[in-house]
């Protein structure tokens, strides 16, 4: 099955501290993944993607996932958290099912990041 | 650019009553989709559309109809709503796998409450 796992509700971090917050994957074929941003009361905001090529990507406001594919992970980083961070963060896979014609996306459950000042 | 428009914001309805959720985009995005969040369950695909006069079910389609009579609007329709159905809704859009840069854009949710 087609799956997406965020293995952490809630990862709490001091400011100014590196950050990491977990995804693995399980999809069959070249996996395509995102991680998107919801912060309270809005609507999820893309962060960045990783289709092919270097497995380090680098997005917007800072963070950058790195792909493993020996271990199904795309892990969202950011070298020096800020309070403003503090967000709900989703990871997302492209579901293969369908082919180049749909661009359904299977999303984890969303972790929490608290980072205290 | 609006981007992706949802109205309402809010909404209450009671049992057995019937609505729908209105859902347009700007951008000339081929692909159009539902997802419902609750807690602890992330985002689940209700209904999708990847292009005008198509749609197509999600993970969790039952109670839900929709349609895409143009591009740039997918309204969906709440049949008989019931307390299950308690949710923040999000319609997101995108360009096509195959136009390429295929990230979704969201709206900002409709919180709506089954009583």
């Known amino acids: 099955a087609q799956s997406v796992a965020q293995p952490e509700d809630q990862v709490n971090v001091a400011e100014g501290n590196p950050l990491t917050v977990k995804c693995t994957y399980s999809v069959s074929g070249n996996p395509y993944l995102f991680w998107y941003v919801q912060y309270p009361n809005r609507g999820l905001q893309f962060l960045l993607k990783?289709?092919?090529?270097?497995?380090l990507v680098k997005g917007s406001y800072g963070f950058e996932a790195e792909f493993n594919k020996s271990q199904t992970s795309f892990h969202l980083k950011k070298p020096s958290a800020l309070v403003s961070d503090s967000a709900l963060y989703f990871c997302?896979?492209?579901?293969?099912?369908?082919?180049?014609?749909?661009?359904?996306?299977?999303f984890g459950t969303g972790t929490l990041l608290a980072v205290q000042p | 650019n609006a981007g992706v428009t949802q109205t309402p914001k809010f909404q209450v309805l009671k049992t057995g009553q019937s609505m729908t959720l209105q859902c347009a985009q700007d951008m000339n995005h081929e692909y159009m989709s539902w997802y419902r969040q609750d807690p602890g369950m992330g985002l689940r695909l209700i209904h999708y559309?990847?292009?005008?006069?198509?749609?197509d079910q999600g993970e969790v389609p039952n109670g839900y109809n929709v349609s895409r009579s143009t591009t740039e609007d997918f309204p969906l329709r709440l049949l008989s709503a019931a307390p299950s159905q308690t949710s923040v809704y999000f319609c997101?859009?995108?360009?096509?796998?195959?136009?390429?840069?295929?990230?979704?854009?969201f709206g900002s949710g409709t919180r709506l409450t089954v009583v």
């Open positions: 559309s990847v292009g005008a006069g198509i749609t």
């Open positions: 997101a859009s995108s360009y096509s796998w195959a136009t390429g840069n295929a990230g979704y854009t």
């Open positions: 997302a896979v492209r579901d293969p099912r369908g082919g180049g014609a749909t661009n359904k996306l299977i």
């Open positions: 990783y289709i092919t090529g270097d497995n």
